[in-house]
């Protein structure tokens, strides 16, 4: 039998490094976008369920291209192919600056959900191949904290931008044009230094591999499930910054949405460490957590906005982390295009139902009874599948 290892020149420490950078610039794109999108919406004139069924839709749309893509490149081996691609429609977010049309807007949200989706089951593939010797929930949080640091300096920048400019939306999102170039030279020299590597370790895992399918079906469905619930009764991220409009100055939206990036980045380095050390059990401490950013749906204040971006921080920074990174345990490297493909769809259409179900409860304004009756029981029922993958029924 070869020996696995022996192909491998980089160190998975490097690999990390890498990835992390290509991260780092895409965020500042993306996460930059992102804080200031929903406000956007808003000032072309959109209501609170309209924009939170956008955003969803999008997110949804774009996790339904994680499947395609994902089976797609587990028969084709294209993993960078796919990697390229997604990464380079990531200009979908500075372009928003050169339109002011609803429909345009947001058929360029869509566009860059596409994106993502596109690249994201590849990546994932490749990075949990490369870095399998540090421990899985290590690498994706360390990965996931060098993410952060570019999710924390793009909302930074249009904040500022904001500011100097009055509000000028349009200038916000040009002046993502100048992290796009820097993405793209990162991109290319991770691809020279790291492909051949990544060929040589898939081809040796499938010399090696003994198993059928390479794919636990049954505990990864029960974990899909799972984590379906937990999202679907989160209150999303871009409905968090629609409350916040009404709440603080337009340019302390961005600012929201980097206290939440921030306290992610470091969410999500702790919990990628505990996850090695306590697996499934620091999960289910996240879904109870969960429970709390729904307040804001019924306590629009200064400090209660503050506290539920804080608390979603931390969950937020665990679902891009350790939520991923227990794929690894349902799939072998050559499935995991697949694997990922199949719980993105399914991460997608939860946040689809949580973009229209909080939006619905923000508009006809639900009482704290309600919110917390439903988010609690089936945030409970969350934690249950969660145990149950881990018996495989």
Same mark, same amino acid.
């Given at each position: 039998?070869?020996?696995?290892?022996s192909?491998?020149?980089?160190?998975?420490?490097?690999?990390?490094l890498?990835?992390?950078?290509v991260?780092?610039?895409?965020?500042?794109?993306?996460e930059?976008?992102?804080?200031?999108?929903?406000?956007?919406?808003?000032?072309?004139?959109?209501?609170?369920v309209?924009v939170?069924?956008?955003?969803?839709?999008?997110e949804?749309?774009?996790?339904?291209?994680?499947?395609?893509?994902?089976?797609?490149?587990?028969?084709?081996?294209?993993?960078w192919?796919?990697?390229?691609?997604?990464?380079?429609l990531?200009?979908a977010?500075?372009?928003?600056?050169?339109?002011?049309?609803?429909?345009?807007?947001?058929?360029l949200?869509?566009?860059?959900?596409?994106?993502k989706g596109?690249?994201?089951?590849?990546?994932?593939?490749?990075?949990?191949?490369?870095?399998?010797?540090?421990?899985?929930?290590?690498?994706?949080?360390?990965?996931?904290?060098?993410?952060?640091?570019?999710a924390?300096?793009?909302?930074?920048?249009?904040?500022?931008?904001?500011y100097?400019t009055?509000?000028?939306?349009?200038?916000?999102?040009?002046?993502l044009?100048?992290?796009?170039?820097?993405?793209?030279?990162?991109?290319?020299?991770?691809?020279?230094?790291?492909?051949?590597?990544?060929?040589?370790?898939?081809?040796?895992?499938t010399?090696?591999?003994?198993?059928?399918?390479?794919?636990?079906?049954?505990?990864? =469905?029960?974990?899909?499930l799972?984590v379906?619930?937990?999202? @679907? +009764?989160? /209150?999303?991220?871009?409905?968090? $910054? &629609?409350? %916040?409009?009404?709440?603080?100055?337009a340019?302390?939206v961005?600012?929201?949405?980097?206290l939440?990036?921030?306290?992610?980045?470091f969410?999500?380095?702790?919990?990628?460490?505990?996850?090695d050390?306590?697996?499934?059990?620091?999960?289910?401490?996240?879904?109870?957590?969960?429970?709390f950013?729904?307040?804001?749906?019924?306590?629009?204040?200064?400090?209660a906005?503050?506290?539920?971006?804080?608390v979603?921080?931390?969950v937020?920074g665990?679902?891009?982390?350790?939520?991923?990174?227990r794929?690894?345990?349902?799939?072998?490297?050559?499935?995991?295009?697949?694997a990922?493909?199949?719980?993105n769809?399914?991460?997608g259409?939860?946040?689809?139902?949580?973009?229209?179900?909080?939006?619905?409860?923000?508009?006809y304004? =639900?009482?704290?009874?309600?919110?917390?009756?439903?988010?609690t @029981? +089936?945030? /409970?029922?969350?934690?249950?599948? $969660? &145990?149950w %993958?881990?018996?495989?029924?």
């Amino acid at each position: 039998m070869a020996d696995r290892s022996s192909p491998r020149t980089l160190s998975p420490g490097y690999v990390i490094l890498l990835f992390g950078l290509v991260s780092f610039a895409g965020d500042i794109i993306y996460e930059g976008g992102r804080a200031i999108i929903p406000s956007y919406l808003k000032l072309l004139g959109l209501a609170a369920v309209s924009v939170g069924a956008i955003l969803g839709g999008a997110e949804a749309i774009g996790y339904l291209m994680r499947l395609i893509a994902g089976s797609l490149v587990d028969k084709t081996r294209l993993y960078w192919i796919f990697i390229f691609l997604g990464y380079g429609l990531l200009v979908a977010i500075p372009l928003l600056g050169l339109f002011s049309s609803i429909w345009v807007a947001v058929f360029l949200v869509i566009i860059e959900r596409i994106a993502k989706g596109i690249r994201a089951p590849s990546r994932d593939a490749v990075f949990s191949t490369l870095t399998e010797g540090v421990g899985v929930g290590k690498a994706f949080g360390v990965h996931e904290f060098m993410d952060q640091l570019g999710a924390v300096t793009g909302p930074l920048i249009v904040a500022f931008v904001l500011y100097r400019t009055d509000d000028a939306y349009d200038v916000a999102f040009l002046a993502l044009f100048i992290p796009y170039t820097l993405l793209v030279f990162v991109l290319g020299i991770l691809y020279s230094i790291t492909h051949q590597a990544f060929e040589e370790s898939l081809k040796n895992e499938t010399i090696s591999s003994n198993e059928k399918t390479g794919f636990e079906k049954r505990r990864f =469905a029960y974990y899909s499930l799972a984590v379906f619930l937990n999202t @679907t +009764f989160l /209150l999303p991220m871009g409905l968090i $910054l &629609y409350v %916040s409009t009404s709440i603080v100055d337009a340019w302390l939206v961005p600012i929201i949405a980097l206290l939440i990036q921030l306290v992610d980045a470091f969410a999500a380095l702790i919990a990628g460490f505990l996850y090695d050390r306590l697996g499934i059990h620091i999960l289910s401490v996240i879904f109870l957590l969960s429970i709390f950013p729904s307040l804001i749906v019924v306590n629009q204040s200064e400090s209660a906005l503050i506290a539920v971006s804080i608390v979603f921080g931390i969950v937020y920074g665990a679902q891009e982390s350790v939520y991923r990174a227990r794929i690894t345990h349902f799939a072998q490297a050559r499935k995991r295009g697949t694997a990922y493909g199949i719980f993105n769809v399914v991460y997608g259409l939860s946040l689809l139902f949580a973009g229209t179900l909080f939006g619905f409860l923000l508009d006809y304004r =639900a009482s704290f009874v309600t919110v917390v009756a439903v988010v609690t @029981t +089936f945030q /409970l029922i969350a934690v249950f599948f $969660l &145990y149950w %993958s881990e018996r495989g029924g």
